[in-house]
């Protein structure tokens, strides 16, 4: 998790499936739904390769923990 990390509050629609999976993969992480989906978000970003667009997804990838996992998981899918 990126440790002081500026956030922004936004409202977004899921799906009643996406949502109940998000819910309990955010649990059984132990991490809130919002660090969980902003984990999954920045994981989704790097794997469909979106890279760093000003300060904002430079920060966000800051913790290089994290993204090398988003790459380990990328090379895993194939």
């Known amino acids: 998790m990126v440790i ?3 956030t922004r509050k936004v409202t977004v629609s899921l799906d009643v ?8 993969a955010a ?4 991490l809130s739904m ?8 920045r994981r ?6 979106v890279g760093p667009v000003g300060d904002v997804l ?4 800051a913790d ?6 988003a790459l380990r998981e990328l ?3 194939g």
């Open 64 to 69: 290089e923990a994290e993204l090398v996992e």
């Open 17 to 24: 499936v996406a949502l109940d999976l998000a819910e309990r």
């Open 34 to 41: 919002s660090a969980w989906l902003s984990r999954a978000a």
């Open 58 to 61: 430079t920060d966000a990838l």
């Open 44 to 49: 989704e970003a790097v794997r469909t390769g």
């Open 4 to 6: 002081g990390m500026v």
């Open 27 to 30: 649990a059984r992480t132990g």
């Open 75 to 77: 090379r895993a899918a």
